[in-house]
């Protein structure tokens, strides 16, 4: 936490006349004396820890002593807890904010000792209601990463801008190279989506008051939404949609469950609907791919992407000429506009009539979907334009969709345009100095749109990037900006949501906020209002922002200082906006929306994984380790293909192919997807960084350089594409081999209309007897209990669990070698035809089983069980026999093959304090999250209060999205934990082992009429379901 | 008494006997003993570097992953130990069923067992994680608490079983040396050499009061080597047994591993025995024909054993109806590891079958063949029962496959060298053939013959 | 090296003075011993290469009682091993391992078997050694054929009624091949 950095004007405590006077050699000499702290000083590896401890002491000192001379200029409050209880050793948790491309998160940073550790959802968050992504989670890696730029660097560009010196430079001197610079005019600013308002008044003062264009780019843009909605209700900003309110939710090539828009809050919303009841929703998915979503689908069928279009106007069709529902059907307008697609229904290999109906029968509370990477067709926008109408004729605006969204390109960004005017500008050579801000179009622009040769005729290019990735190696100045977590900020997630971003560690390497920048500059050129001049730091100018901009509005008759303190400790405030009113549909921007043409070759699908998304966080190990939740491939991307086509193409499974759309060619390793469809390739982006740092080296291949440039937008689908076969072959590193239950009792599904009759109905259960007496747990007895049906397979949990318990990541070579070491990982399932199968989904921590079958077999007492009924691994016991996790039925733990303590400073700093580093040799496991136990045991022993249930939350339980994982006492009858043991959905995996584990699962219900597999009839191991793939 | 061939040929007295075998010893070693000491010792040399590294960098050298935690490191210590049971089998069993053709045989097969015995025992400490931190299974007083191990896991009756085992062949062994040590000693020229076998014969001196107690002593140890060297394989077994998982959880082990060793260590005593008749010519009068054909006799019965056990393991996964038990037994023979199971199958029971016609169980180099082939099942056999049940248990999700690495290579390769080292170190510094029970049973099948009244 | 010497002179057992008969046929000496106790001598030693049969009731040498030891060991070895589990797993430090009881009985029977066994059989080993005063260092020995191919009587001066010249005709007389003053 940065408190010393800024003097403020007038302390309110003062120490010496010099200093009430503002004398100039005190500041310097205040200054100075924080200058050399640790931080500043160059980092040797082993110098870590100490620079820590000082620096820690500093911060808590400064946290803890009002009325000292030191005392913060800014306060940073923790969550919930007054920061005169700081204590070493104690984990504080402050409120925060993360953005994620369009994504944005309240969380709550867990800091020990000054150095955050942990990144948790913020409960309070309307959105995602304290779920996390996997991203989200390991972005904390990011601020440890030790390929991030330590200082502000100077490129020494020839005039091709080939040239790779670097060198660094003195924040002092990159101000005044950039000012004189800036005096020349012809600016323009670059910059993703801000989703932060006073960032984005920030940028526009700057705008003015240079007389720059603002333009905005995003890695993965949503464009066509807006452009969309603009034209369709005149409102150029991100609809907020409602998913928990739709019974029926058709998804038309969307991926809204894992990459698309703001995957966790449709996550957490999705869930709600999900609950098996007469209410259940319903999701039909017609997709290209197989995304999480369409694993997830009630009801799946496949098309191509350049089908997308032609899905919602057959839809329109039904509805409109077929059907004549709804008062658009007597829109000439409208009706011309779908005329020409009467024959669109006939193509599609779907029951277009059926859908149609349920659609309208549940109108008001359905909601139709599309977009996204893998619909990024020529006619992206069309797409936009039918879907808005088909959600109007089936009176889900206002209902499940509503009006503000996150205010994207808002008025706030007013004026703002897009990439395409940026490239002629460039061209037209409008601009000479380029400020690139929060964006990497090197990486993800298209080679067709020749941004690098336009980018030839600026002088200076200032990127405030972290890193010499593929845009900062083309820039001047790379002015390195802060991580989140180092920086104040702001953030608008939906309309009226807002929530503060405090920074939680003081900055590890000698970076600058963007914002500061601006403000620099501007005070340097002596431009921008009154509140640049009064800011000394971009704090002043967001606490001030705050106080004229929401303030007013939302004081509720409390002070400013209350109303802020308010906001740092909860983090999240909802303001009032306009917005959110019925808004009435422009048919007229339907006009001239046409088919697309039909390629009769392949057809290029790029999407976005889970794990990797845009690709920004390439360098994490723990996301690029992460498995996808449909493939299990990690450490690669791949050109994924159809079951038909790859025998057609007699391909074998990560055989290389070389794919050409247009000029443009890659050459991919092949993976063979059930479920994709015929006809389609798809390819992730988000790999193949360059420059990103050594984590991301040489990791797969950059999609984007297959997406075109065509009519001023990125064409991303539907792109045809030349095959060759080559004959070389890459082995994945796949935490999965292989695919099918065998007909055994692993997910048990049912259909929603058994369930109801019978829940849990198909479980095969067993009479267990015993030879002795058991043991009895007269204290707590903790057990947990996963719910196969919100579970979605997202894997937020992996990467929760991998944070919280200083897990490794391995490499590929040795996930190859299977010894990747997670915790708790995602079994995932295909059953029915491998063509198009159903997918089942089942997180595996370890069962904590009452008879562990490894705590019998360990020589040497390591694995033993508590007295509160966990089955603890006592890793300086444990001589790695191994013996334990053979005889372990799940298969949950895991071995230190290698010395895996090794981290490369300042990687170290993320290492939790409240879990042991396991040394080579020693076996480990999911422990129950013991320690937060204890924590929370201990706490309530202090207050003398009894642990309420839900006190104590593991890690994977708190970040699910879908809040699948019920966790508590057992013994206590009225824990959510002890009832839900009861359902008589709730099952025991393996039960005839007799293991007793205190996992339990409840069956996964499908809202269809039968099931895909058909349900698995135990102790039959030969039936077939799906095949080995 | 029934006729029968002599158990020792040529025309043998006392003193002669004494000096074939005494001479083995006196005499300086000639150049093939050097050159196949080299070959040891360089296998060795790879031994110790494989191990070396392994300890050194961690596990993740070998092939072992998850799911298949155990690879060549159980595997050979399950090999060896199997071959460590013929010596005590053929001391003590057939001493108690009155066997006397077993005496030739009898010290270099106890030699075996013992070196085979101490070459398995590296493995159980060598395949840990933490191998400096083996002593952690022996339960002694210590700061730990003092944390006991725990009794109920197999691996601790293996830690009891195999060093009683070790303990006990090894006093049996020796005991067994001391008259022939003392009769090295009274022949010894050489004042050091008088010495030194004098101080391993303990200053015994044959009384006959000394041979009485003797006589009950080796006969008592008998009677415990038995049931205890039928207890360390079934203890092997259990490791496996003891399990969970498919495969491994079958009631027949014991009998079958028992028998399996007993079928290996006969196997490991004919590759010996046939090399050592042709290194040291002389011991052809003492070990026959007739021996090796005994031994071939006993390999083809065990082996017959061991056929049935892989046919019963198939009709009881069928017939106990579990789904994971059946689907891992059509694995085994079907699966990706299918091959090592038919090389099993071959070697342990196809191939042994020729011992049927008396030419094979008289033929040397046919019977030398055969012997390393059921060595190599037997290690298969090992492979089998570890790799393919580990590698597709419960889940589907955890399947995996097993690929070994060089230093799985060199650990197995490695233990040869280790082994043949101390052996034929034996072979030239003790009495490879007992001296005083050969001399009793001198007379057995001689016409005539002035002893033949036993 | 004289100082090994030395200390091996030193710690040499004095033999005691006799005369000994040295045969080259077992069966001899068998039927000698029987006329050698039979004329009364008591202490008198018979020394072979190998246990010859018959020997033991010509010379009137009881049986062995080492069994008992081993008996008696093999016994305490089995309780031991029943104490220490139960003690350890049940007592000292009590371990709630994979549901079972503390004492699981049955887990623990193979390694209390092994424990009998190792008793006994080191016991046993024991006894033999306590008993034929093993180790001793250098011995006098008659002749170090004795341990090859020849069997010998020794009578010590010692023994009830000894006088040399009596007992070298008797040994003569006994079919002996060489008879000799000697010490053992």
């Known amino acids: 936490m940065d ?122 968050h309307p959105g995602h209601e304290g779920g996390m992504s996997a991203r989200a989670h390991a972005h904390i890696l990011r601020l440890y990463d030790p390929d991030r730029n330590t200082s502000a660097k100077r490129n020494l560009q020839n005039d091709k801008r080939t040239n790779r010196e670097t060198i660094g430079i003195a924040w002092e001197k990159l101000d005044e190279e950039v000012s004189a610079q800036l005096k020349k005019g012809k600016v323009a600013v670059l910059t993703n989506t801000l989703m932060s308002p006073s960032t984005r008044k920030l940028v526009n003062e700057f705008t003015t008051g240079f007389s720059a264009k603002h333009y905005v780019y995003d890695d993965i843009g949503f464009e066509s939404i807006i452009e969309g909605q603009q034209r369709a209700y005149g409102q150029a900003s991100l609809p907020r949609l409602r998913v928990d309110r739709a019974r029926y939710i058709l998804s038309v090539n969307c991926d809204f469950l894992g990459t698309w828009l703001t995957p966790t809050t449709f996550q957490r919303q999705f869930a709600k609907g999900r609950k098996a009841s007469a209410e259940m929703n319903k999701l039909v998915v017609v997709e290209p791919l197989m995304t999480l979503t369409g694993s997830n689908a009630d009801e799946r069928h496949r098309i191509r992407p350049s089908q997308t279009l032609d899905v919602l106007m057959a839809l329109l069709h039904e509805l409109l000429v077929v059907k004549k529902h709804s008062s658009y059907a007597s829109n000439s307008g409208v009706l011309q506009a779908i005329a020409p697609f009467s024959k669109s229904k006939t193509d599609l290999a779907i029951p277009v009539a059926e859908i149609a109906q349920s659609l309208w029968n549940n109108r008001g509370q359905s909601l139709v979907l599309a977009g996204g990477l893998s619909a990024g067709t020529e006619n992206s926008a069309a797409i936009q334009m039918a879907l808005n109408l088909l959600n ?86 790379v002015a390195t900006d802060h991580h989140s977590m180092e920086n104040w900020g702001d953030l608008e997630a939906f309309g009226g949501v807002l929530s503060i971003q405090q920074p939680t560690i003081r900055p590890l390497h000698d970076t600058r906020a963007f914002q500061d920048g601006l403000l620099n500059w501007l005070r340097a050129a002596e431009k921008g209002s009154a509140r640049v001049k009064n800011s000394a730091t971009w704090y002043d100018y967001l606490r001030s922002n705050w106080q004229e901009e929401f303030y007013p509005a939302n004081r509720g008759g409390k002070s400013f200082e209350e109303f802020w303190t308010d906001l740092l400790q909860k983090g999240v405030v909802q303001v009032s906006r306009s917005g959110g009113a019925s808004r009435s549909l422009a048919t007229a921007s339907l006009s001239g929306v046409k088919s697309s043409a039909r390629n009769s070759g392949f057809e290029l699908a790029l999407y976005s994984t889970v794990g990797l998304g845009d690709g920004q966080l390439a360098n994490v190990s723990w996301l690029q380790e992460f498995p996808d939740p449909v493939s299990k491939i990690c450490w690669d991307n791949y050109a994924s293909f159809s079951l038909k086509d790859a025998k057609q193409l007699n391909l074998k499974e990560g055989q290389f192919v070389k794919l050409m759309v247009g000029e443009s060619s890659l050459e991919v390793p092949a993976h063979i997807q059930p479920g994709q469809a015929d006809g389609v390739i798809g390819l992730a982006v988000g790999y193949g960084r360059e420059g990103a740092g050594e984590i991301a080296k040489g990791v797969g291949v950059n999609a984007f350089a297959l997406s075109q440039w065509k009519g001023g937008e990125r064409i991303t689908a539907g792109l ?29 599904e049912e259909t929603l209309k058994d369930h109801l009759k019978n829940p849990g109905g198909q479980v095969h259960r067993h ?230 584990p205190a996992v339990r699962y409840q069956v996964k219900v499908r809202n269809t009429a039968e099931l895909k597999g058909g349900s698995p009839h135990h102790g039959d191991s030969h039936q077939k379901e799906g095949q080995h793939v | ?254 009998p079958y591993f028992v028998a399996g060793a007993i079928f ?69 023979a079907f699966g990706p590891y299918g091959w090592s199971y038919w090389i099993m199958v071959t070697c342990n029971v196809v191939i042994p079958q020729l011992f049927w016609f008396r030419y094979f169980r008289r033929n040397i180099p046919w019977m030398f063949v055969i012997s390393i082939f059921v060595n190599i099942g037997m290690w298969f056999e090992r492979f089998v029962i570890t790799v393919t049940s580990l590698h597709r248990d419960f889940l589907p999700s955890n399947w995996g496959m097993w690929i070994p690495t060089f230093y799985d290579f060199a650990a197995l390769f490695g233990s040869f060298g280790l082994f043949f080292t101390l052996f034929l170190i034996y072979i030239r510094l003790l009495p490879a053939i007992s001296i005083a029970e050969v001399k009793p049973v001198l007379g057995v099948g001689r016409d005539g013959g002035k002893h033949g009244h036993h | 090296m004289d100082i090994i010497d030395r200390v091996i002179q030193s710690l040499r057992p004095k033999g005691k003075a006799g005369i000994a008969g040295i045969w080259d046929d077992e069966h001899v000496l068998v039927d000698a011993a029987r006329q050698v106790r039979a004329s009364g001598f008591k202490k008198f030693e018979a020394i072979t290469p190998f246990p010859v049969h018959g020997i033991d009731d010509a010379m009137g040498i009881p049986f062995s009682w080492i069994p008992w030891v081993t008996f008696i060991f093999g016994l305490l070895g089995f309780s031991f091993g029943v104490w220490f589990t139960w003690w350890t797993s049940a007592v000292d430090w009590p371990l709630i391992i994979g549901g079972k009881p503390m004492w699981s009985l049955p ?78």
Not at chain 1, 922 to 943: G, P, Q, W, Y
Not at chain 2, 267 to 294: N, Q, S, W
């Open chain 2, 264 to 332: 290996s260590g006969f196997a490991m005593v004919i590759t010996l025995m046939a090399i050592i008749r042709e290194l040291v010519p002389v011991f052809k009068d003492y070990i026959t024909l007739d021996h090796m054909e005994a031994m071939n006799k006993i390999i083809m019965t065990t082996g017959l054993m061991v056929g049935y056990a892989y046919g019963s393991e198939f009709f009881i996964a069928w017939y106990s109806g579990v789904e994971y038990e059946k689907f891992i037994f059509l694995n085994r």
């Open chain 1, 767 to 996: 009479k267990m007897t015993t030879m002795w007496a058991e043991h009895k747990y007269t204290g707590n007895k903790w057990g947990m209990v996963i719910d196969l049906n919100t579970c979605n397979g997202c894997g937020a949990c992996v990467i929760a669990c991998q944070s919280e318990n200083n897990i490794p990541a391995v490499g590929k070579k040795y996930v190859i070698s299977g010894r990747e070491m997670h915790w708790i990982r995602v079994d995932r399932y295909y059953t029915g035809d491998p063509e198009n199968p159903g997918v089942v989904n089942q997180p595996l921590p370890c069962m904590h089983c009452d008879n562990a079958p490894c705590e019998t077999v360990c020589p040497v007492a390591a694995t033993v069980h508590s007295d509160e009924g966990t089955n603890d691994m006592i890793y300086n016991r444990c001589v790695g026999t191994r013996y334990c996790a053979n005889n372990c039925p799940y298969k949950v733990r895991r071995f230190n093959w290698f010395n895996y303590t090794q981290l490369k400073a300042p990687l170290n700093l993320a290492l939790n304090p409240e879990v042991t580093q396991r040394f080579r040799g020693v076996m480990e496991k999911c422990t129950f999250c013991i320690h937060r136990i204890r924590d929370k045991k201990s706490n309530a022993k202090l207050l003398d209060q009894a642990l309420k249930d839900g006190d104590v939350k593991t890690a994977c339980q708190q970040s699910c999205p879908t809040q699948a994982i019920t966790f508590g006492d057992v013994n206590n009858a009225n824990s959510a934990v002890a009832k839900a043991y009861q359902q008589p959905q709730s099952y025991i995996l393996l039960e005839e082992l007799n293991t007793k």
């Open chain 2, 1 to 254: 008494m029934i006729r029968r061939n002599p158990l020792i040929l040529g025309h043998k007295t006392y003193e002669t006997i004494t000096k074939d075998i005494c001479g083995l010893v006196e005499r300086m070693p000639g150049p093939s003993f050097f050159a196949g000491l080299a070959g040891a010792q360089f296998l060795l040399f790879i031994f110790l570097f494989a191990q070396g590294m392994i300890v050194w960098y961690g596990m993740g050298m070998m092939g072992v992953n998850h799911p298949v935690g155990w690879g060549t490191d159980i595997i050979t210590f399950v090999f060896w130990i199997g071959i460590g049971h013929a010596g005590t089998l053929i001391s003590a069993i057939l001493f108690l069923f009155r066997q006397k053709w077993r005496t030739s045989i009898a010290r270099s097969a106890e030699a075996m067992t013992v070196f085979a015995v101490m070459t398995a025992g590296l493995f159980p400490i060598l395949h840990t994680g933490r191998p400096w931190l083996g002593y952690w299974l022996l339960p002694y007083p210590n700061q730990r608490g003092p944390l006991w191990v725990n009794f109920r896991s197999p691996l601790v009756w293996d830690v009891f079983a195999v060093s009683t085992y070790a303990t006990v062949s090894a006093v049996f062994w020796y005991i067994g040396m001391v008259p022939d040590l003392a009769t090295i000693r009274d022949r010894a020229q050489n004042k050091w050499r008088k010495r030194i076998y004098g101080a391993l014969s303990l200053g015994w001196r044959g009384t006959a009061r000394n041979w009485n107690h003797y006589e009950t002593v080796y006969m008592l140890l008998c009677g415990l080597s038995t049931p205890l060297v039928l207890s360390v394989h079934s203890i092997v077994s259990f490791d496996f047994a003891v399990a969970t998982l498919p495969g491994w959880h079958t009631t027949i082990f014991p």
């Open chain 3, 107 to 184: 887990a623990f029977i193979p390694v209390i078997f092994e424990c009998t066994i190792l008793f006994g059989a080191l016991s046993s080993v024991g006894a033999l050694i306590y008993v034929c005063g093993l180790p001793q260092v250098e011995p006098p020995i008659i002749d170090p054929t004795l341990t090859s191919h020849r069997f010998a009587l020794f009578i010590p001066e010692d023994d009830h009624g000894f006088n040399a010249t009596a007992v070298e005709k008797m040994l003569k007389d006994l079919g002996a091949a060489e008879v000799k003053r000697t010490e053992f």
């Open chain 1, 3 to 124: 408190i010393t950095e800024q003097t403020p004007p007038t302390p309110k405590y003062w120490m010496s006349l010099e200093q009430w006077r503002q004398d100039p050699d005190f500041k310097k000499f205040a200054e100075s004396e924080f200058r050399t702290s640790p931080m500043q000083e160059g980092d040797s590896e082993d110098g870590w820890a100490r620079r820590e401890f000082l620096k820690l002491m500093g911060a808590s000192l400064a946290l803890t002593s009002f009325g000292c001379v030191r005392r913060p200029a800014q306060k940073i409050i923790p969550y919930a807890k007054q920061p005169a209880h700081l204590v070493h050793g104690i984990a504080d948790h402050y409120a925060s904010s993360y953005v994620d491309g369009l994504e944005g998160f309240g969380v709550l940073i867990t800091t020990r000792d000054g150095r955050p550790i942990k990144v948790e959802g913020n409960p309070d």
């Open chain 1, 392 to 477: 109007s004729v089936l009176e889900n605006e206002g209902k499940t969709i509503e009006a503000g969204g996150a205010a994207v390109l808002g008025s706030a960004q007013a004026g703002a345009a897009g990439f395409n005017e940026l490239l002629n500008a460039l061209n037209k050579k409008e601009v000479t100095t380029l400020i690139i801000h929060g964006c990497n179009p090197m990486y993800s622009a298209p080679r067709t749109a020749k941004f690098v040769e336009a980018l030839g005729n600026l002088e200076v290019i200032i990127y405030t990037g972290d890193r010499n990735d593929e845009t900062g190696r083309l820039a001047d100045y």
């Open chain 1, 720 to 748: 045809e594409t030349k095959v060759t076969v080559l004959a070389r072959n890459n082995t994945f590193a796949c935490t999965q081999d292989h695919h099918s239950m065998e007909g055994r009792q692993i997910v048990v």
